[in-house]
C-alpha cells in the first residue's frame, strides 16, 4: 500500500515549458488526461493504465507497446512492466501460442475481443511488438527483470519457436494469415480492407523484436542467441528491402496478398509502422519512403500518434513537431483516445527534446527543435532511477541536470557534424556518428552528479 501510494504521488511530477503556449497547454491536457487513465492498485489486475478505446475499461497489446514511452516519462514504468507481464503469463499453446490481446481490469480477456481459445481477435505483430517493447523499457528503466524475469524469458522463448512455427506455415520465416482464421491471426495492425497472408508491419515487428532480444543476449552472456537473432533480423531486412520493395511507387509493399501478389498503394499500417519498427536499411529507400509517408500521412487517429515518432526518429524536425502539435490541438477528432494523450507525451520526452537511456547508468540528448521553437524544457523525468531536467536553446546548446539520484554519465549529442564541443565553456573533442540518412551527430559523455547542472554547447559562449 504505501508503495503504491508513493507511485501515485510522484506519477505526472514531469512538466514541460517553451515559447509556445498553445504547445505548453496541449503538454498539460496530455499529462492530466494520460494520468487520468492510470489506475494505481485498486483493481484484480494491478497496476494499468487504460490502453484501449475510451470506457472499455482494458488495456490491448498494440495501445500498451505505443503508450510505454509516454507512460515512462509520467512516471507510471511500473504499471507498464505489470502489464507486459500479464500479457506474457497468458501466452498458450491452446490459442497457438497467442495471448489475449486486450485484457480488462478484472484480469481477464475483454469480452469484445475473446469467446474462446478458438474464437479471439488477435494480431500476429502482437508477440514481437511485446518484445522490442521490453528492450525500449529495460533501456528507459535499467530494471532488469526485462532481461532476466521468468515469465518473460519463456515468452520470448515460446514466441520465438513455438508461435513462430505455428503461424509460419511455408516456413518463409514471416508469420502467415489464412482466411479461414477469421479474426484469429491477423497479419497486420491494419484491421481495414484486406485480410492479407503477410504485412508489412509483420515483418518489421518481428525484425525489431529479433534485434532486441539479440542485445538482450549480449548483455545476459548469451553468445549463440546473440548472433542467431542478429542472422535472423539480418535475413528478415534483406527479404524485406530485395521482394517487398516497389521502384514504381518509390514505397515498400505495404502487404502481401492470398495469391502472393503485392498491395503497392499506401496502405495505412503496413507501410508506415515498418519505418517506425526501424525495418528499413537502405538510406535512398528509407528518404524515398518517409517522404511518401509524408503526403499521404494516416487518417485514424490511432495511426496518427505513430507520426511524431517515425518523422522525430529520423530527424524529421519540421514534419514531427506539426504532428505533435496535431496531437495536442483541442480540434482533434477523438483527442479522447488514450494513445492521444500517452503519445503526445511520449514524442515530447524521447522525439522533441531527444531523451534516452542506456538501461545502466547513461542517460543521452539530443535536441530535435523546430525552427519555430527557439528553446525547450522538460523537467522533474524519471529514468534510470534518477530524476532530471533537459533545458534545450535551440538544437545547438544543452542543459542538464541531475535533480535526484546517483552520479550519471550524461551523453549530449547535437544534429552536427563538428570536431569540438563546449563543456561549460571548455572545449571538449567530440566524436560522431551517421545517421541512418547520412546526417551526422556529434556527442560528448559528461559525468554528472546529484544536484550538479553542466551545459554543453556546440559554440563557445
Not at 19 to 36: C, I, M, R, S, Y
Not at 308 to 326: N, S, T
Amino acid at each position: 500500500m504505501t508503495e503504491t501510494m508513493g507511485l501515485r504521488k510522484k506519477a505526472g511530477a514531469i512538466a514541460f515549458r517553451s515559447p509556445d503556449t498553445a504547445l505548453n497547454e496541449g503538454f498539460v491536457w496530455a499529462k492530466n488526461q494520460a494520468l487520468a487513465y492510470a489506475h494505481f492498485g485498486e483493481d484484480a489486475v494491478g497496476l494499468w493504465y487504460e490502453a484501449a478505446l475510451p470506457g472499455r475499461e482494458a488495456f490491448c497489446i498494440r495501445d500498451v507497446m505505443h503508450h510505454s514511452a509516454g507512460a515512462a516519462a509520467l512516471g507510471l514504468a511500473p504499471h507498464t512492466k505489470n502489464m507486459l507481464l500479464r500479457f506474457a503469463e497468458n501466452i498458450a499453446p491452446s490459442r497457438d501460442w497467442c495471448t489475449y490481446w486486450e485484457i480488462t481490469k478484472d484480469n481477464k480477456p475483454a469480452k469484445e475481443d475473446y469467446d474462446n481459445d478458438k474464437d479471439f481477435w488477435y494480431n500476429l505483430p502482437a508477440n514481437f511488438d511485446i518484445i522490442d517493447a521490453c528492450w525500449r523499457m529495460y533501456l528507459w528503466t535499467g530494471d532488469e527483470d526485462y532481461l532476466e524475469h521468468p515469465v518473460l524469458r519463456e515468452f520470448f522463448r515460446l514466441t520465438f519457436t513455438e508461435y513462430t512455427k505455428t503461424w509460419d506455415k511455408d516456413g518463409d520465416g514471416i508469420l502467415d494469415y489464412a482466411p479461414a482464421y477469421g479474426r484469429r491471426g491477423l497479419a497486420t495492425y491494419n484491421e481495414a480492407g484486406i485480410q492479407p497472408l503477410a504485412g508489412g508491419d509483420m515483418i518489421g515487428a518481428q525484425i525489431a523484436a529479433y534485434r532486441a532480444f539479440s542485445k538482450m543476449a549480449e548483455l545476459t552472456g548469451r553468445n549463440d542467441e546473440k548472433e542467431l537473432y542478429a542472422a535472423k533480423a539480418h535475413e528478415l531486412e534483406q527479404i524485406y528491402d530485395r521482394q517487398w520493395w516497389c521502384e514504381d511507387q518509390g514505397r515498400f509493399s505495404g502487404a502481401m496478398r492470398q495469391d502472393r501478389s503485392f498491395v503497392t498503394k499506401y496502405n495505412a499500417e503496413g507501410t508506415f509502422l515498418p519505418l517506425y519498427f526501424g525495418a528499413v536499411t537502405d538510406p535512398d529507400k528509407l528518404r524515398r519512403a518517409l517522404q511518401d509517408v509524408d503526403v499521404h500521412l494516416v487518417e485514424n487517429v490511432e495511426g496518427k500518434t505513430y507520426l511524431p515518432d517515425i518523422f522525430y526518429r529520423y530527424g524529421m524536425v519540421e514534419e514531427a513537431f506539426r504532428e505533435l502539435k496535431e496531437l495536442v490541438d483541442p480540434s482533434l477528432d477523438r483527442r479522447e483516445d488514450p494513445e492521444v494523450s500517452y503519445c503526445a507525451v511520449g514524442a515530447a520526452a524521447t522525439g522533441l527534446m531527444g531523451i534516452a537511456g542506456d538501461g545502466k547508468h547513461s542517460l543521452s540528448t539530443l535536441p530535435k527543435l523546430p525552427s519555430s521553437l527557439e528553446w525547450a524544457e522538460l523537467t522533474e523525468v524519471p529514468a534510470l532511477g534518477r530524476t532530471f531536467s533537459v533545458r534545450h536553446q535551440g538544437n545547438g546548446k544543452t542543459a542538464f541536470t541531475l535533480q535526484e539520484g546517483e552520479a550519471l554519465i550524461w551523453k549530449a549529442a547535437f544534429p552536427v557534424r563538428t570536431d569540438v564541443l563546449y563543456h561549460n565553456g571548455e572545449a571538449v573533442p567530440a566524436q560522431t556518428v551517421t545517421t541512418e540518412l547520412g546526417g551526422a551527430i556529434s556527442f560528448i559523455a559528461v559525468e554528472v552528479g546529484e544536484g550538479e547542472t553542466h551545459v554543453v554547447a556546440c559554440s563557445k559562449q
